[in-house]
T-cell receptor
Framework: EPEVTQTPSHQVTQMGQEVILHCVPISNHLYFYWYRQILGQKVEFLVSFYNNEISEKSEIFDDQFSVERPDGSNFTLKIRSTKLEDSAMYFC???????????FGNGTRLTVT | RKEVEQDPGPFNVPEGATVAFNCTYSNSASQSFFWYRQDCRKEPKLLMSVYSSGNEDGRFTAQLNRASQYISLLIRDSKLSDSATYLCVVIPPNNNDMRFGAGTRLTVKP
């Protein structure tokens, strides 16, 4: 069964550094997402991406965040200057068409020290 | 009112018990509904879609009540392996994102 893959599984970075989280969505999917989950808290929507542009973003997704789909397969989340409160699990997800469910990657655990 | 609201629990039930969770949503024009399961420190995994007429998958039954704006999940004959957090997911009218409830924690005990 095709799956969403995320790398790395764990990223440790120092406050103020830039990080890029990588995702390869399922190949024939059209909608791409990033969510985050702070330990012990709910899954929070960050951004959705369709047709090579952001379709919606949450209030969490401020100017420090950006997404790219540089080559038609990868879907990256960049955090420009990480803060301690960015420490969380980041999940990438994709889906094929409107109304269909999301398929999640295994997540990247980001630890900002 | 939150977009998607769930009773956080925890629900602690013995093996073999029947347990039900509800989830309310605020946007009456919401399009699609799902239940996901999340194990500790793992990604959410689709448990089942929720159809207007209600649907069943083995021990799991999902129902949608559009008039009262809630969905439900019923688990019969619960197993130890059912212990997880159950997330309610709603797709709003813009269809561009999916909003998660905070999740309901279930622990099934022997």
């Amino acid at each position: 069964e095709p799956e969403v893959t995320q790398t790395p599984s764990h990223q440790v970075t120092q406050m103020g550094q830039e990080v890029i989280l990588h995702c390869v969505p399922i190949s024939n999917h059209l909608y791409f997402y990033w969510y985050r989950q702070i330990l012990g808290q709910k899954v929070e929507f960050l951004v959705s991406f369709y047709n090579n542009e952001i379709s919606e973003k949450s209030e969490i997704f401020d100017d420090q965040f950006s997404v790219e789909r540089p080559d038609g397969s990868n879907f990256t989340l960049k955090i420009r200057s990480t803060k301690l409160e960015d420490s969380a699990m980041y999940f990438c997800a994709s889906r094929g068409q409107m109304g269909s469910p999301l398929h999640f990657g295994n997540g990247t655990r980001l630890t900002v020290t | 009112r939150k977009e998607v609201e769930q009773d956080p629990g925890p629900f602690n039930v013995p093996e073999g018990a029947t347990v039900a969770f509800n989830c309310t949503y605020s946007n009456s024009a919401s399009q699609s509904f799902f239940w996901y399961r999340q194990d500790c420190r793992k990604e959410p995994k689709l448990l089942m879609s929720v159809y207007s007429s209600g649907n069943e998958d083995g021990r799991f039954t999902a129902q949608l009540n559009r008039a009262s704006q809630y969905i439900s999940l019923l688990i019969r004959d619960s197993k130890l392996s059912d212990s997880a957090t159950y997330l309610c997911v709603v797709i709003p009218p813009n269809n561009n994102d999916m909003r998660f409830g905070a999740g309901t924690r279930l622990t099934v005990k022997p």
